[in-house]
Structures are given as structure tokens and as C-alpha cells.
């Protein structure tokens, strides 16, 4: 096997792991408080949608944020209208991840800042105290740190197969063909920001075309449900209603995004011819906001 395949999978090994450090270490900073903000702040749609918006920005995990609802709406805190509302706010939130990789990841030399993070990140577990509100910090400063390492190898590693790898089996293939892919895939490894950031990556070698990436991050958009549903699985009745409403509303978005494919396309490369990366970012986050305006045109949150 070619020397860059090692690379990239060392690299998606460290972004998800790094994912997963940073959820565990976002978790115990912010500790019970998220919960009793989202159980404080969904009485009404606007607000719930706004809260899980906001709780999965910076909680940078729509899994996270969802398996929180299972367990508020599962105990009774919570009413089922309100944690739809949260999830259409989440799916909105988790593209925010996608911007800060975009213009940080790469638009910025983060060398200089990956190794001293790591630095200071790992001692910091290992001599503060245990559970200490420091030692979560310096657990998201590795994690933060380990993850922009991780985009690095993936980006040189991709950028040196654009010129050993032939991807021409995949030309031809409807996008439809994309779009279960990251649906699969995303599945597969329980992380649309994992897919995201590998679907940037390879827009960003131009390995694919920016009308494949869209329908890679519409499937992405799909299989991040998966998640909710294995976590449901041994919830009650409401927390197994929670994950199939997360399941239609993205499906019901996610069909219609790919039917608008096109003409979505056209639209954001028009708002920003020169930067794919930009593009597609905007294309997820103005697809999931579509989805909002739908549902509550259609006053589809109160039936």
C-alpha cells in the first residue's frame, strides 16, 4: 500500500480522536449546566432552536447534543415539540464546525501552534488534578491541537495522491451515488465532521468537483442520524420518537437539498466564485437553515 494511504488514515485517525477527546472534554467544563440549559430553554420553538444552535456550536457534536435530548426527553424535562425544535437548531450548529476548520484549518499556517498545544495540552493531564476544572482545559487544548495536526496529514497526504491515485472509476456516477456514500460513511465512522472535513480536503485537491463534495456532505447530513438511532435503541418510547423525528426532518431536508442540487450549486458559487471551500461550507450551513424556514413556513413544528 502507498506510503500516503498510511498518512491520510493516520491523519483521520487522529481527527477522530480528536474529536471524540475534545466532545469528552467540552462535556466536563461545561458538566450538567448544558443540560439544564437546554431543559431552561426550549419552551417555546424559536428559543429551542436557537439553544441547540448554540449548545452544538460549542459543544462542536450534534451526536452530543442529541443524545443529551434522548435523556431530557426520555426522563419527562423535556416535550417531544421542544427537542425538535433543538435538533433543527443542532443541524444548523454542527456547520460550525465546518467554518472553523475552513478558515482556520486552511486558511492559516497552525504548525507553529499544533506542537506547543500539544505540549502544554498533554502535561497538563498528566500533572493537574483529575477531573479538575484545568485539567478539562488542557484536555481541550490537546484535543483542538491533535485535531488540526490530524487535518495537516490529511491535506498533505491527499495533495500528494492527487498525483499516484487514479479516482477516474468514479466518474459518471450520478451524485445520488455521493450522496450514499457519505451517508454510509458517516455511518461508518459515527462523525459528519470527520466526513466534512474529508470531503473538504479532497475539494480542496481537487479530487472531486464541488457538485460531488455537496452531495457527499448531503449524505454526511443523513447518516449523522445514526448515531441518535443506536442511542435510542435501548431508550424508552419518547427517546425512540426523539430519534425518528431526527431521522424524517433530516431525510425530509436532505431529499429536497439533493432534488435543488443544482440550482443550490449555481447560487452559492455565485456568492462565492473563488473559494470552493468557502462554497461548500455555506452550501451546508444554507441548506440546513432552508430546512428551518420550511418547517416553520409550513407550520410543520406544531403538527
Excluded at 419527562?76 to 467554518?99: D, E, K, P
Excluded at 478539562?136 to 495536526?149: D, E, G, N, P, V
Excluded at 472531486?208 to 457527499?216: E, Q, R, T, V
Aim: include cysteine; charge should be neutral; aromatic fraction near 10%.
Amino acid at each position: 500500500m502507498n506510503i500516503q494511504f498510511f498518512d491520510f488514515f493516520a491523519g483521520l485517525g487522529l481527527f477522530l480522536l480528536a474529536m471524540e477527546q475534545l466532545e469528552t472534554g467540552l462535556k466536563n467544563v461545561a458538566g450538567k449546566g448544558f443540560k439544564r440549559f437546554l431543559a431552561r430553554n426550549t419552551n417555546n420553538v424559536v428559543k429551542a432552536i436557537l439553544s441547540g444552535t448554540f449548545a452544538t456550536a460549542i459543544l462542536q457534536s450534534s451526536s452530543v447534543v442529541t443524545l443529551m435530548l434522548l435523556a431530557l426527553v426520555g426522563s419527562g424535562t423535556m416535550a417531544l415539540q421542544n427537542a425538535v425544535g433543538v435538533i433543527l437548531g443542532s443541524n444548523l450548529g454542527t456547520t460550525f464546525t465546518g467554518w472553523v476548520v475552513t478558515w482556520v484549518g486552511f486558511k492559516m499556517n497552525f504548525t507553529l501552534f499544533v506542537i506547543p498545544g500539544i505540549a502544554v495540552g498533554a502535561l497538563g493531564q498528566v500533572f493537574l488534578k483529575k477531573r479538575g476544572r484545568l485539567h478539562a482545559f488542557a484536555q481541550l487544548l490537546f484535543s483542538f491541537s491533535l485535531l488540526f495536526m490530524g487535518l495537516d496529514l490529511m491535506k498533505d497526504s491527499v495533495s500528494q495522491l492527487t498525483t499516484t491515485l487514479d479516482l477516474g472509476f468514479l466518474s459518471g456516477y450520478p451524485l445520488v451515488v455521493f450522496f450514499v456514500f457519505g451517508f454510509i460513511a458517516t455511518g461508518i465512522i459515527q462523525s459528519s465532521s470527520a466526513m466534512m472535513m474529508i470531503t473538504l480536503t479532497a475539494l480542496h485537491s481537487q479530487i472531486i468537483d464541488f457538485s460531488s463534495g455537496a452531495a457527499l456532505v448531503i449524505g454526511a447530513d443523513l447518516g449523522t442520524t445514526l448515531t441518535a438511532a443506536i442511542g435510542a435503541l435501548k431508550g424508552n418510547v419518547n427517546a425512540r420518537r426523539v430519534a425518528l423525528a431526527h431521522f424524517l426532518y433530516n431525510l425530509c431536508v436532505d431529499l429536497v437539498a439533493l432534488v435543488l442540487l443544482v440550482p443550490l450549486v449555481n447560487l452559492i458559487q455565485q456568492i462565492a466564485p473563488d473559494d470552493p471551500l468557502t462554497s461548500l461550507v455555506l452550501f451546508h450551513s444554507a441548506f440546513n437553515l432552508m430546512g428551518i424556514l420550511l418547517f416553520e413556513h409550513f407550520g410543520l413544528f406544531t403538527g
